[in-house]
């Protein structure tokens, strides 16, 4: 099949996915989307939101409907990095005993790190290199994480007795920080209405696994032009007050720290996904902004010149979004 057969082949199978996904989620159409967005681009994805906003439903039900293992993990004070990337055990056969490793919950196509806050940063940690490098070492070993990988963190904005701030490092191994909102009272009637009765939604499958391998690998193929790379580096050197002596006076005034090269990455990367989910074949600037507002979020850090102002991150990437 060509390249562009299966961007054909995307479209009809977005809207069927789409379709599915909607058996048991009402609204959110926004979240759904970038949420497909990262996946194509192979990255992982902070799903901001109080609870009762249906979080663990949307990754569950995605899951399903792509064919692919689900894990959650509950995040815990006392959880221990070992809970979640697997441990080695002494194991007896006939009479001989040996080390046998026992796979842990990252060993899932799509894991659920619920409440990923509420853990010390030590057993954050132990996501890193398996986001990174879609694997985990233990006892000296290597083992391979099966493809595609998906991670999708969760916090509550409100909570913050007994959480832990996720390093700065973590953070920038996320593609994207997606905030939920509440629903419409339209919408919450209705999931109050089907959620009350005894209906039971059913999800079948959009895509298998191996086409979705077939689309990332796609999206990488996807031609960006020059002069799209140029504007995006440019914008994001913008928010580097420390490194930038051109950025505009606001950055200086507002921001500690700006974007990394992955902010750069994450942008064209989220631009060509959405280009290919659209069914066009190449991204456009406006691809770019779209993504920009879940890219940015969690990787400017504003100074407290800002906090005293009552200036947020979202406030400053509104404002830098006009320097595009």
Not at 8 to 33: F, M, P, W
Not at 74 to 90: K, N, S
Not at 119 to 134: I, K, N, V
Not at 257 to 262: A, E, F, H, L, M
Request: proline share 6%.
């Amino acid at each position: 099949m060509s390249d562009i057969e299966t961007v054909e082949k995307l479209e009809t199978a977005r809207s069927k996915l789409i379709k599915e996904i909607k058996e048991r989620i009402v609204g959110q159409d926004e979240v759904i989307n970038q949420i497909l967005i990262s996946l194509l681009a192979q990255g992982h994805c902070i799903l901001l939101g109080v609870p009762g906003l249906a979080k663990t439903l949307i990754v569950n039900t995605l899951a399903e409907a792509l064919s692919l293992s689900f894990s959650r993990i509950q995040f815990t004070p006392d959880l221990m990095p070992a809970d979640i990337t697997g441990t080695e055990i002494v194991d007896s056969i006939d009479g001989r005993r040996s080390f046998r490793f026992i796979k842990g919950p990252i060993f899932a196509n799509v894991v659920l790190a619920d409440e990923i806050n509420r853990t010390p940063p030590r057993t954050q940690s132990a996501l890193l290199q398996a986001m990174q490098e879609y694997n985990v070492t233990i006892s000296g070993k290597t083992y391979d994480l099966e493809s595609p990988f998906f991670v999708l963190a969760t916090q509550n904005p409100i909570e913050q007795e007994g959480t832990y701030p996720l390093p700065e490092a973590q953070l920038d191994r996320f593609m994207f920080e997606i905030e939920i909102q509440y629903p419409s009272q339209e919408e919450e009637e209705y999931i109050v209405k089907t959620t009350t009765s005894a209906y039971i939604p059913t999800v079948k499958k959009a895509l298998t696994s191996q086409e979705i391998i077939e689309l990332q690998s796609l999206v990488r193929k996807v031609p960006v032009s020059d002069e799209l790379i140029h504007s995006v580096v440019k914008f994001v050197n913008l928010t580097r007050p420390s490194s930038n002596s051109d950025c505009p006076k606001y950055i200086k005034d507002w921001v500690a720290w700006g974007g990394s090269p992955r902010a750069s990455q994450y942008l064209i990367l989220g631009a060509k996904a959405r280009a290919i989910l659209e069914g066009r074949y190449t991204p456009s600037i406006e691809d770019v902004r779209y993504v920009a507002i879940s890219v940015l979020r969690h990787r400017i850090i504003p100074n407290f010149n800002a906090e005293a102002e009552g200036i947020t991150t979202l406030d400053i990437i509104q404002k830098l979004l006009k320097e595009l």
